[in-house]
Structures are given as structure tokens and as C-alpha cells.
């Protein structure tokens, strides 16, 4: 009972003093028989060790060790998740995939406590297994052996990301002034430094307050993917890509890169931002949540049984949507679309809606192609801009591209230099126009009308 009572007594103010004070009374707790209080200590050493210092103690390693083993043997299963995510970093990987085992064993006796036998658990992942193969991509964020092991083992993998700012892109004025009355695009603006200056005087706030997650959203996943590397570039902090791809297995991966020169100062898997950054998180509606429609209990097994790349892909979203320094960009097709799990990780999250081009900005679109492509330079931009309505800017700058190809093909076959003619350019802007819309039956009769014309020509040639 002394030694007890004595456990209770609050430690000297020296952080590794503290920690070794925390870990006898832990031991001495122990020994009298008191496992939870010891469990208990041992987490309060390492955390006395984990504050103000780079790394923990040996001791204080050995002590969270023994709070493992110690949650284990009480059947903790939530301390045990939790000491396994302070604990993993130290671990070997042999020593991982042991701990996993043993949480997947407390989630299963914990099920069995319900009624639920392993034999039950074992046909449910099974058919889970059946229907995901039938289905499409798993639950699971990352598989547990990814074709991408960089992800997998904690490294961004590392390449140029072209920088575009708000000046370098087009068709997005509507958009950018929303972003501007959120402060972003305005570094360097005398007088809106000036006036958050003001502001932070009146308010007595030392700096504008902390933006939330932003959800840029668009009929055109290209469209929202753009403006949101725009605004990335207009930020200019170092930034951290994730994005779901998918293998030639037909399993669905998460892949994370980085700015080369961005690198070494993120190592953003394994320990978070250090200092104010960006995470990107493109096409955010197709990733698939590892924790969909799932009861608690079944919940702890899925997460116990993710791989480690997966969990820290988690646990990094956490850390930068907590942290005030970095800002937390998404895309997506519609809020609607992005899984609740998602969402409630970037809380609080804003939706910034990116609607289809209006007529000054295509006309702007036009104007960028333009600029690019000489050889379109001829065509009606009036004309073009009137019969490019209902499309997104990526299917315009795609039409524009194909037309060009195709012409320049031409004037290779010819020997001679070949420009974009309005037949060529109209069939391919046809392609992209919904069957439905007049702008499609317009663009249908003119190229049927051309196309009529070239052959009447042809006849006048032939006679």
C-alpha cells in the first residue's frame, strides 16, 4: 500500500528525472501486484521522456515495451492500440508484424466475448475477400504488400511537381476571387499586408486565423485538380502529394511524392510536417475508407490488420489538418461523392465549388490557347467561345490539342505546313459536347455542311 500510495506522489520537474522516478514506481507498482496503475506509469514515463527531447530514453522504450506487454496480458485492447502507435517507430519489422498478431487477437476475444467465434470471423473476411475480388478496389487504404514498397516504408517517393500559380492558369477568375477573399493569392499585396496588420491590431490576434481543410470540387475532376495545384504554387510552402492509384493487379495504392527539393526537410510519412507545408489530397471521391459502414469492434481488427504505410498515411492527414502551419487541399467531383471517413478526418473542412467556365472566362481559355498554338489562331474566337459552352476547361484544352495533332500529322503527310481548320477543330469539340445540348447539334451541321462543301469542291476539280 506505501508503494502505492507513493506512485501518486508527483515527480521532480526534470524531464529525465521524472521519467526515471515514473519508471520505478511503475516496477514497484508491478511487483505489488498493481498492473493497471503500473501500465499507467510506464506510459507516463515515456511521455515525461518523449517531451522536450529529440528521441526517448533506452529506459523509457524498455518501460513502454513493458506497458505493451502488461495491456496485453490485461486484455487493454484500446491502451494496446494505443501504446502500439507510440511504440511502432521503435520497432523492428519482424517486431510489427508480431504486435499486429497480437492486436488482431484482442479484437478477436473481444469479439468472442459478443458471441461472435473466429470461425465467424474468419467466413466473414473471406466473403469480404470474394466480394472485394468481384467488386473492385479493397477497403484497406494501402494493401499490406504494396508494388510501391518507397510508400510502404514511410518515403515519399521524390520528383519535380511543375509549379503553376493563379497567374498561369486561365478560366478561373470566379474561383480565384473567392480564394483571394480567403487571404490566398495576396502574399506580397502591400496593402492587404497592410490591412491584416490592422487587423490583427484591432482583434489582438498576432496572425489572420487558421483556414480549414479545403475541398475543391468540380463537374470536371481535371478542372478542380488544376486550380488546386494553382493554389499550391500561389501558397509557395513545400507540399506533399497522396493520390490512390491503381496497380496492374487491379488493387488500388496509395501513392505519396514530394517536391525533390522538399524531401529531406518533410520525410512527411514518417514524421509529419516539421514547419508550415501543404497536403495535397487529389481525387479525394475515389479513395476507398478503411473503415466503411464497419462496427467498433470490427473496426479495431481492420485497423490492427492495415499495413503500416496505411496507418501512417492516416495518422500523417491527421497531423497536418491539427497542425496550424500547413495547409490541407483536397479535390473532388462533389462533397457528396468523398466517404464520410474522409470528411470527418479534414474537419473543418470548406467546399470550394468550381462551376463550369462562364463566356469571359473561355473567352480567356481561348485566349491561352491561342498563345500556344499559332496555328488556331485564325478561327473565330467569338465563335469558339459560343459553341464551347457546357464544357469544362480541360475538355477544351483537350479538343484544342487533338485538332492541333491532327494538323500537324497532315502537314506531315503533305510536306507542307498544314493549320488547324474550323471542320477539324469543330468535329473534335463535338466529341466532348453532350448529344443532347444545341451547341453539339451546331457544331454536328457545320462540320456536316464542310465536310458537304469539300466535296463539291472535289467535283469542280475532277470536271
Same mark, same amino acid.
Given at each position: 500500500?506505501?508503494?502505492?500510495?507513493?506512485?501518486?506522489?508527483?515527480?521532480?520537474?526534470?524531464?529525465?528525472?521524472?521519467?526515471?522516478?515514473?519508471?520505478?514506481?511503475? =516496477?514497484?507498482?508491478?511487483?505489488? &501486484?498493481?498492473?493497471?496503475?503500473?501500465?499507467?506509469?510506464?506510459?507516463?514515463?515515456?511521455?515525461?521522456?518523449?517531451?522536450?527531447?529529440?528521441?526517448?530514453?533506452?529506459?523509457?522504450?524498455?518501460?513502454?515495451?513493458?506497458?505493451?506487454?502488461?495491456?496485453?496480458?490485461?486484455?487493454?485492447?484500446?491502451?494496446?492500440?494505443?501504446?502500439?502507435?507510440?511504440?511502432?517507430?521503435?520497432?523492428?519489422?519482424?517486431?510489427?508484424?508480431?504486435?499486429?498478431?497480437?492486436?488482431?487477437?484482442?479484437?478477436?476475444?473481444?469479439?468472442?466475448?459478443?458471441?461472435?467465434? #473466429?470461425?465467424?470471423?474468419?467466413?466473414?473476411?473471406?466473403?469480404?475477400?470474394?466480394?472485394?475480388?468481384?467488386?473492385?478496389?479493397?477497403?484497406?487504404?494501402?494493401?499490406? =504488400?504494396?508494388?510501391?514498397?518507397?510508400?510502404?516504408? &514511410?518515403?515519399?517517393?521524390?520528383?519535380?511537381?511543375?509549379?503553376? =500559380?493563379?497567374?498561369?492558369?486561365?478560366?478561373?477568375? =470566379?474561383?480565384?476571387? #473567392?480564394?483571394?477573399?480567403? &487571404?490566398?493569392?495576396?502574399?506580397?499585396?502591400?496593402?492587404?499586408?497592410?490591412?491584416?496588420?490592422?487587423?490583427?491590431? #484591432?482583434?489582438?490576434?498576432?496572425?489572420?486565423?487558421?483556414?480549414?481543410?479545403?475541398?475543391?470540387?468540380?463537374?470536371?475532376?481535371?478542372?478542380?485538380?488544376?486550380?488546386?495545384?494553382?493554389?499550391?504554387?500561389?501558397?509557395?510552402?513545400?507540399?506533399? #502529394?497522396?493520390?490512390?492509384?491503381?496497380?496492374?493487379? &487491379?488493387?488500388?495504392?496509395?501513392?505519396?511524392?514530394?517536391?525533390?527539393?522538399?524531401?529531406?526537410?518533410?520525410?512527411?510519412?514518417r514524421r509529419g510536417f516539421e514547419g508550415g507545408g501543404v497536403l495535397v489530397l487529389e481525387d479525394l471521391d475515389l479513395w476507398g475508407s478503411p473503415l466503411a459502414e464497419m462496427a467498433d469492434d470490427i473496426n479495431g481488427l481492420i485497423m490492427a490488420s492495415m499495413s503500416r504505410g496505411a496507418r501512417e498515411a492516416v495518422n500523417l492527414i491527421r497531423q497536418a489538418v491539427e497542425n496550424p502551419e500547413v495547409y490541407v487541399l483536397a479535390s473532388a467531383t462533389s462533397i457528396d461523392d468523398v466517404d464520410p471517413f474522409f470528411l470527418d478526418l479534414l474537419n473543418p473542412v470548406s467546399c470550394i465549388d468550381i462551376e463550369l467556365p462562364s463566356v469571359a472566362e473561355r473567352t480567356d481559355v481561348w485566349m491561352d490557347i491561342a498563345r500556344s498554338h499559332p496555328s488556331l489562331r485564325s478561327l473565330n474566337r467569338d465563335e469558339l467561345v459560343r459553341l464551347t459552352a457546357n464544357m469544362p476547361r480541360y475538355d477544351i484544352y483537350m479538343a484544342a490539342r487533338e485538332a492541333v495533332e491532327e494538323a500537324y500529322k497532315q502537314g506531315l503527310v503533305a510536306r507542307r505546313y498544314q493549320p488547324v481548320t474550323r471542320q477539324n477543330l469543330f468535329d473534335k469539340l463535338a466529341a466532348y459536347q453532350p448529344l443532347e445540348s444545341a451547341e453539339y447539334a451546331e457544331l454536328e451541321r457545320v462540320v456536316v455542311s464542310d465536310f458537304a462543301a469539300g466535296l463539291d469542291n472535289l467535283e469542280d476539280l475532277l470536271s
Open positions: 500500500m506505501l508503494e502505492n500510495m507513493d506512485a501518486n506522489v508527483p515527480p521532480c520537474d526534470d524531464g529525465a528525472a521524472a521519467a526515471r522516478d515514473y519508471l520505478n514506481r511503475a =516496477t514497484a507498482a508491478c511487483e505489488a &501486484g498493481d498492473a493497471r496503475l503500473g501500465l499507467h506509469l510506464y506510459l507516463a514515463a515515456f511521455e515525461e521522456a518523449v517531451e522536450g527531447a529529440e528521441s526517448p530514453s533506452e529506459d523509457a522504450i524498455l518501460g513502454l515495451k513493458q506497458a505493451w506487454r502488461v495491456a496485453c496480458s490485461t486484455k487493454e485492447r484500446a491502451l494496446a492500440e494505443y501504446i502500439f502507435e507510440r511504440l511502432e517507430p521503435y520497432l523492428s519489422n519482424d517486431e510489427v508484424t508480431a504486435c499486429a498478431e497480437q492486436l488482431q487477437g484482442l479484437a478477436l476475444d473481444r469479439l468472442e466475448e459478443f458471441g461472435v467465434s #473466429r470461425d465467424d470471423i474468419e467466413e466473414m473476411s473471406a466473403a469480404f475477400t470474394q466480394d472485394m475480388m468481384a467488386m473492385g478496389p479493397p477497403l484497406a487504404l494501402m494493401p499490406p =504488400t504494396p508494388p510501391a514498397p518507397s510508400a510502404e516504408a &514511410g518515403q515519399p517517393d521524390v520528383h519535380p511537381i511543375d509549379i503553376i =500559380t493563379y497567374d498561369t492558369v486561365s478560366g478561373y477568375e =470566379t474561383v480565384i476571387e #473567392r480564394m483571394r477573399a480567403l &487571404g490566398i493569392g495576396m502574399a506580397g499585396n502591400p496593402d492587404f499586408d497592410d490591412f491584416v496588420s490592422l487587423l490583427n491590431a #484591432r482583434h489582438g490576434l498576432d496572425a489572420m486565423p487558421v483556414i480549414d481543410s479545403l475541398l475543391f470540387c468540380s463537374p470536371a475532376r481535371e478542372d478542380a485538380g488544376r486550380f488546386m495545384l494553382a493554389t499550391v504554387g500561389e501558397l509557395g510552402l513545400p507540399a506533399v #502529394r497522396m493520390r490512390m492509384e491503381e496497380t496492374f493487379q &487491379g488493387m488500388s495504392v496509395l501513392c505519396v511524392s514530394a517536391q525533390a527539393e522538399d524531401a529531406d526537410k518533410l520525410n512527411a510519412v
